[in-house]
């Protein structure tokens, strides 16, 4: 059973750009949950799909947004970049919304 | 709101000393608890869980017991070895919210030394 992959590993971006981070998800999983890890913070919640429909969101701006394709693969987007957004993004699925979250090796994004 | 509160780090124990790294949690409903763990260069991994009260989640040596008049869930080891040497992260889950996200502590910084 393949796990949860992310890709790119490593981003460097200028502030204002756009930036968008892929997750595909454990098989037999529908729902994909993405989250921000800042240097020495634990992860935030930025928000969930659940067979392609936005399924909750955290305190994040509009300028994050996120797709769910029919294979259950997912994006992060990230609109007008920002010096704050420089973090660790990881990509969790779950067979549910209900049930564990199985999380990826994140994608670590510096904004420059 | 729903926030998590971890011990402060970094932690450094020597190899079979006894761990505990404290974490106590506000809810507005009644949440499942986690102890997840990073290890350098890995995503998180679930250490273990509880999902009532009373309830002793266990996992490699590791212990946490859900104690609701303390709202806590401390996690303990007896033993440490230098393959525990991670970051450990507090979290809970709200099963009433429709995404059911976790909600992380900051995360406690153990390092064992031979």
């Known amino acids: 059973e393949t796990g949860v992959t992310q890709s790119p590993t490593h981003l460097i971006k200028t502030r204002g750009q756009q930036v968008t981070l892929r997750c595909s998800s454990q098989?037999?999983?529908?729902?994909v949950s993405w989250y921000q890890q800042a240097l020495g913070q634990g992860p935030q919640f930025i928000f969930q799909?659940?067979?392609?429909?936005?399924?909750g969101r955290g305190n994040f701006p509009p300028r994050f947004s996120g797709l769910q394709f029919p294979n259950y693969s997912s994006e992060l987007n990230v609109n007008a970049l920002e010096l704050d957004d420089s973090a660790l993004y990881l990509c969790a699925s779950s067979r549910d919304p209900g049930n564990e979250q199985f999380f990826g090796p994140g994608t670590r994004l510096t904004v420059l | 709101g729903n926030s998590v509160t971890q011990m402060e780090g970094p932690v450094t124990l020597s190899e079979e000393a006894f761990l505990t790294i404290n974490c106590t949690y506000t809810?507005?409903?009644?949440?499942?608890l986690f102890w997840y763990v990073q290890y350098p260069g890995e995503g998180l991994q679930l250490l273990l869980k509880?999902?009532?009260?009373?309830d002793k989640g266990s996992n490699k040596g590791f212990e946490a017991t859900y104690r609701k008049e303390t709202t806590s869930f401390h996690l303990e080891k007896g033993s440490v070895q230098v393959s525990d040497s991670a970051v450990y992260f507090c979290a809970l889950r709200l099963l009433q919210t429709g995404a059911n996200n976790l909600f992380f502590g900051t995360g406690t910084r153990l390092t064992v030394i031979p």
């Open positions: 509880a999902t009532k009260a009373d």
């Open positions: 809810a507005t409903g009644y949440p499942s």
């Open positions: 799909y659940y067979r392609e429909e936005e399924n």
């Open positions: 098989s037999g999983h529908n729902t």
